[in-house]
């Protein structure tokens, strides 16, 4: 069946006891078990190892991304937690995107380094990149494609061959373009992630994450981690989310075609130094974008004439758009990621790595197009 008939029925059924159409919220800490020896025979035990609102969560994240399983978590960092405890190991290596969510840098360098495990933070956009970072105890790539916040796009299939090669786990965080625009594990990645926080729940209403695994082998090897850590995703927010799912392509194409639309009116902007968008042409990637999804999604990122200063009187200025973080919201947001989202990058790295000072991140959401460039031209005319 299409994506837009699975988005809403895949993973749930109505209740057997009333006919609800929707899952419930099984608020329940235990589940009673018909007798010792039919212990599990309903498939619940103890809401930290499984619960069914969750699972019907789990069960549709699963179906849309072509996985065997999905594991749902708290938020989109104990997902990515989760993947890099699964697979790594005291002594192991790992390759992870040069450019990532703040936060994924941050528990690399900071936490599990601390119980070593050797990062090397690759530009995945160069595939021969990450083949020559590639060593002997190489256990996971970890690719963030489109990167937050640069937008950059690594090549998942190029990459995905040479972990196969390396006898790695290719981990993908699929959190910017969802499952609507892009396939990881179709294009031969091993795991597909996201933070759920963003366009899966859509509605700024929760935090949660989630691991999708191609294999049986992954797929166990999360849930130990899932079950052991503690890190499960609470049943009201798997009905948040639930809900949110069931309109993700309709809220993906009206916000992609926006975003189009306003990096175009930016690119064409005098006030405005640079744009990037994978949708334009101009975009370095532009080919690979076409090729590896089938949309462009809802994210982009300008620099304002006048650098650092003038972005932030635009942040601070601009009507409709909420200086906030979070993203892929129907409320559509603006941040400056170096002293929001990735504030706890060092500003070396950062300039390394193209996040320079004056990024103005923009997440477009569903208020009118018009709107929002109008509320980009005003603040503009401020600056
Ligand atoms: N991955 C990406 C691409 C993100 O943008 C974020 C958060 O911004 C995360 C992971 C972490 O997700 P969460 O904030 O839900 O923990």
Not at 141 to 154: Q, V
């Amino acid at each position: 069946m299409g994506f837009r008939t699975r988005q809403i029925h895949a993973g749930v059924t109505p209740d057997p006891i009333t006919g609800s159409i929707l899952t419930p919220i099984y608020q329940s800490t235990t589940y009673v078990q018909p007798s010792v020896d039919e212990y599990l025979s309903k498939g619940f035990t103890y809401s930290r190892s499984g619960n069914p609102t969750v699972k019907a969560l789990e069960n549709k994240i699963a179906d849309l991304e072509g996985g065997v399983d999905c594991a749902c978590f708290g938020t989109g960092m104990s997902a990515v937690l989760a993947t890099m405890l699964a697979f790594l190991e005291a002594g192991a290596h790992a390759i992870v995107s040069d450019v990532a969510y703040g936060g994924t840098y941050r528990l690399s360098t900071k936490i599990l380094s601390r119980f070593g495990i050797d990062y090397t933070f690759a530009d995945t956009a160069d595939p021969d990149a990450v083949a020559a970072a590639v060593r002997d105890n190489t256990k996971l790539i970890f690719t963030e494609t489109p990167a937050n916040p640069t937008m950059k796009c690594s090549d998942i299939a190029a990459i995905s061959e040479i972990a196969t090669k390396a006898g790695a786990v290719h981990v993908v965080d699929n959190t910017f373009l969802t499952p609507y625009y892009q396939l990881p594990l179709d294009l031969g990645a091993d795991i597909s992630l996201h933070s759920t926080t963003k366009y899966m729940d859509g509605h700024n209403a929760t935090v949660g994450g989630a691991v999708v695994s191609k294999t049986d082998e992954h797929a166990e090897a999360v849930r130990f981690i899932q079950n052991s850590t503690g890190t499960i995703m609470s049943p009201q927010v798997a009905w948040l989310t639930l809900q949110g799912c069931k309109t993700l392509s309709v809220r993906m194409d009206y916000q992609s075609a926006s975003a189009m639309a306003i990096a175009e009116f930016l690119e064409a902007h005098p006030k405005v130094e640079q744009v990037a968008y994978p949708g334009l042409e101009s975009f370095a990637q532009h080919e690979l974008s076409k090729r590896q999804a089938s949309g462009f999604g809802a994210m982009l990122w300008f620099e304002v004439t006048g650098g650092v200063a003038a972005g932030k009187k635009l942040m601070d200025n601009i009507k409709v758009w909420s200086l906030a973080e979070n993203l892929g919201s129907v409320e559509s947001l603006i941040t400056h990621p170096v002293t929001m989202t990735h504030a706890d990058v060092e500003p070396a790295e950062r300039a390394r790595v193209g996040i320079i000072d004056g990024l103005v991140r923009a997440s477009v959401g569903l208020e009118d197009t018009e709107d929002l460039i109008d509320a980009l031209a005003a603040a503009l005319d401020q600056v």
